[in-house]
């Protein structure tokens, strides 16, 4: 079981659907969250630090800002994301940019940037960990998001070899895949117009699942998990 209480957790998209819920359920169990958001995602308040996660140096700055106002790391959840929507043969290059920028180089990037630390963690006998939510597109890539399930794609296969080596370390890596989940994200693409999706996942229970792998030291949440 990994405990939770006094853990300093960096959840980047603190202030979205998920990544808002999921800071609360951990803030509920003890931890300090330090919550990363974009600037123009309105996020204020103690603990919570801006950054432009389409520029190199943003993912590395919120965990260099947790560091600075803590002195550890603990834990890290990916939950920021953009999506877009349309045939593939009308992609824009600032789209396809912009897709890979957040949903893949980004957290590629933080869980490079937050090795050391997260391995400062293990060594001082805690159990730190890495989410991220790839979603069920890296399980199934879909028509109309075929640039917005290849980004996602290349994280799961990031996180899937990378846990390789970072458990090494003590570090688990755990990549979640949920189906559609209502939220705003949907809502405002950075291109196209959403679909009809059907039957969506409660942004809550999402939340309240990914933490409770947490807890319970899961490795894997696939989209049958959800």
Known sequence: MTELDDAVVLVLGASGGLGSRIAALLEERGAVVVRGGSPAGGLTGENAYLADLRDRAGAGSLVQAALAAHGRLDGVIVAAGAVAFGPASTLADDTLDELFAI?????????????????????????????????????????????????????????????????????????????????????????GEAPAFGESHSPDAVAERIVRAIVDDEKDLPSTAF
């Open 103 to 191: 949903n893949a180089l980004a957290p590629i990037r933080v869980i490079r940037d937050s090795f050391a630390p997260l391995a400062a963690s293990s060594e001082a006998g805690r159990k730190p960990f890495v989410i991220t939510l790839s979603g069920v597109v890296s399980e199934a890539p879909t028509s109309g998001m075929a640039a917005y399930s290849a980004a996602k794609s290349a994280l799961g296969a990031f996180v899937q070899a990378t846990s390789r080596e970072y458990r090494r370390s003590g570090i688990r890596l755990l990549d979640a895949r949920p189906g559609h989940t209502e939220t705003e994200l949907s809502k405002h693409p950075i291109a």
